[in-house]
């Protein structure tokens, strides 16, 4: 997960528990170690950190989030069963481009044959491509388009919903039986820090009636942000 807010540490979680510090700096040992004096990058060595916990741990899912596009992230080294792309939007411009076709190819990379891929496309335009990149990968592609909910409704409740999706695909082949109100009991319960979140704070609290804060950092996001307000101040 990332970026973190207080501690590198949080980007690591098993059941929402973030990793030791015992643990990670014992693993980020073995992993500088292992490196070879090889030029490692950040997101690489984090990746490996994870890996390396997760398989220890002896985790029944492992969830994670590219850093970087995805053909070449260092997060496609693991053969995933499943893949999801909540969005292709103008983002790292300086590695991936400008072209949201050449976008939208770097992010399929993660499928794989058989997957079962999730995508969500608020540009109707690229409908076509992605069904051809699938094909091509052989991929079981479940197409979310942004017409499904409606542009209204954020791109909170659009990924809330695309995600549960894939989840109840993912326990029903793993043979877990996960109660539908358990489904609505986890999102209405779902609060992540720095994501329209809203801070209670005495201190706020005397010259604004509400504070929230948001890590919007591109064109995507800062739009997101403002309907958000536009919506809280109608």
């Known amino acids: 997960i990332s970026p973190h807010m207080v501690n590198v540490r949080e980007r ?16 980020s040992q073995e992993v500088y170690e292992r490196s070879n004096d090889q030029e490692v990058s950040y997101f690489e060595a984090l990746t490996a950190v994870a890996s390396l916990y997760f398989k220890r741990q002896g985790v029944d899912i492992a969830l994670f989030e590219v850093g970087l596009g995805g053909r070449l992230d260092s ?3 693991h053969d995933a069963n499943y893949s999801i792309i909540t969005s292709i939007g103008l ?14 190819l ?5 499928f794989r044959s058989d997957q079962h891929s999730w995508v969500q496309l608020t540009q109707l335009s690229l409908r076509t491509k992605v069904q051809l990149l699938a094909q ?4 079981r592609l479940h197409l979310q388009e942004l017409t499904h909910l409606g542009q209204a409704r954020g791109h909170f409740y659009r990924n809330q919903y695309l995600a549960e999706a894939a989840a109840k695909k993912i326990c029903d082949d793993l043979g877990f039986a996960v109660p539908q109100r358990l489904w609505v009991d986890t999102i209405q319960s779902h609060d992540w820090d720095g994501r329209i979140q809203k801070v209670d704070d005495h201190v706020w609290s005397q010259y604004f009636a509400e504070v929230y804060l948001d890590g919007a950092h591109n064109p995507e996001s800062f739009t997101e942000l403002l309907n958000f307000s536009k919506a809280k101040l109608s």
């Open 136 to 139: 091509e990968k052989k991929t």
């Open 75 to 77: 997060t496609n080294v």
């Open 12 to 27: 690591i979680r098993i059941n929402n528990e973030v990793i030791s510090s015992g643990e990670f700096h014992s693993i």
């Open 91 to 104: 983002d790292h411009v300086e590695y991936l481009g400008t072209d949201l076709q050449g976008i939208l």
């Open 106 to 110: 770097e992010k399929a990379g993660v």
